[in-house]
């Protein structure tokens, strides 16, 4: 009977080791998409493989941001069965920030090109080379995006300061379940520029007009 034990846990620890050695760590870049709203989804990353994946498990200190580039080492979970079907579920050892959101330029030509649906923003700051805002929307029944348009100026003699609007389309979404998202966008073009300062506006949910100045740090 003892003999038996110890042949068995000897077999257990072979087939624990085994699965460990099993374990195969990928590398990949990608892109950060946030699929709030699209049933039980999340944070999904758009690898540049073609592949999608959902993070379970990821470092505590990293934030996802909606438009982030990145660079991750993850092992496929195989045996979990996410609730969401935008990707495999994957635990995520390691991960990067490579660059923020580009933001669309608009001109007068293509000025109505992106709608102007409202928002809410909780917060809005220049981390770094990136424009940091967490804003919330309502709906549920329909896919939303959200853009960062800069503004170009229609006319000679318009204001030097760069003027970016955050464009959200709702897609006529009537559904009224709350969303919050956190996005970045790439500011690095207005220091190439020599730019020290922006404007940022919005269309808020309640009929006013989110307009503020930001100092860019170098």
């Not at 990949?28 to 758009?46: K, M, P, Q, S």
């Not at 073009?189 to 007009?209: H, M, R, S, W, Y």
Request: charged content about 20%; overall charge negative.
């Amino acid at each position: 009977m003892k003999r038996l034990i110890t042949m068995l846990f000897l077999a257990v620890v072979l087939f624990s080791g085994c699965q460990q050695e099993d374990e195969i760590t990928f590398q990949e870049t990608g892109l950060v998409v946030d699929y709030a709203g699209a049933g039980n989804c999340g944070f999904v990353i758009e690898l540049d493989n073609g592949n999608r994946i959902q993070p379970l498990y990821y470092p505590d200190d990293f934030i996802f941001a909606h438009g982030q580039r990145v660079f991750i080492e993850y092992l496929e979970l195989p045996n979990v069965i996410p609730s969401c079907d935008k990707g495999a579920a994957c635990d995520i050892k390691y991960i990067e920030e490579l660059s923020c959101a580009p933001f669309v330029d608009l001109y007068f030509s293509n000025y109505d090109s992106l709608a102007r649906d409202p928002v809410f923003i909780h917060e809005a700051f220049v981390d770094g080379d990136c424009l940091h805002i967490k804003l919330s929307y309502s709906g549920g029944c329909q896919a939303h995006t959200i853009d960062l348009a800069r503004m170009h100026p229609w006319y000679v003699g318009s204001s030097n300061i760069p003027t970016f609007e955050i464009r959200h389309n709702s897609n006529g979404d009537l559904c009224e379940a709350f969303f919050t998202k956190e996005l970045r966008y790439d500011l690095t073009p207005l220091k190439l520029e020599g730019k020290t300062e922006f404007v940022l506006t919005a269309k808020l949910t309640d009929g006013e007009i989110y307009n503020k100045i930001f100092e860019l740090n170098y």
